[in-house]
């Protein structure tokens, strides 16, 4: 299995995940700039798209909430995921879906060097409005979905690093900085960040 991924994009999700599941795989750095592999493989080649995730495992699936669904269900005794069918199960999908429309995309115009400061502001306003909420879920439970660790954590905690990047200031969200500092002590957390060569 290889999980296509750039560092500190949102592949760190699915990354984050496999290391969780204990499913062997292999990383394959895939620059989102040059869109090429460690060895000239145009990576257009492998997903016309041209961007991370890609998982490959003999067919091929992209999309970071899909990919981490998979991975769950390969290894259901881990519960990274509620069993398909089950109301749990579809509360995880609105947190995917959440954090995928609300804050991943949310971010994407705080990256464009061509959109003035003051359009920007308006972008990080929206964001900070959607962690303010997030924060609120967080105090009723250490994890997105109750006390143990699911699949959505995993992509909160990776949208939520690239705050200080474009200047979302979410400091003041005690109970969001709780749930990152519990990610950030997770040995899986701890070794997809080395192995992306992220800081801590």
């Known amino acids: 299995m290889k999980l296509y991924y750039s560092p500190g994009a949102c ?7 496999l290391r969780e599941s204990g499913l062997a795989f292999e990383p394959v750095l895939a620059s989102t700039k040059t869109h090429k592999l460690p060895d000239g493989t145009d990576f257009y080649t492998l997903n016309p798209l041209g961007y991370v995730p890609l998982l490959d495992d003999g067919s091929r ?3 970071g909430p899909a990919i981490v669904q998979y ?3 390969q290894v259901p005794e881990k519960k990274l995921a509620p069993p398909n069918g089950t109301l749990p199960r579809y509360h995880l999908q609105e947190w995917l879906t959440f954090i995928g429309t609300e804050l991943h995309k949310g971010f994407s115009p705080l990256f464009n060097p061509s959109l003035t400061d003051d359009v920007k502001q308006i972008f990080r ?4 409005g959607r962690f303010q909420w997030v924060d609120g879920e967080l105090a009723k439970s250490a994890y997105l979905m109750g006390d143990e660790f699911c699949v959505a954590d995993a992509y909160l905690f990776t949208v939520s690093r690239w705050a200080a ?9 005690t109970h969001l900085a709780a749930f990152r ?9 701890q070794a997809a960040i080395k192995a992306e060569g992220l800081p801590g």
């Open 11 to 17: 592949s760190l999700s699915p990354h984050i995940v």
């Open 61 to 63: 699936l992209r999309e």
């Open 71 to 73: 991975i769950a269900d």
């Open 125 to 128: 306003t929206r964001l900070t």
């Open 165 to 173: 990047v474009v200047k979302v200031d979410i400091t003041g969200l």
């Open 181 to 189: 500092a519990r990610m950030a002590a997770r040995p899986a957390v």
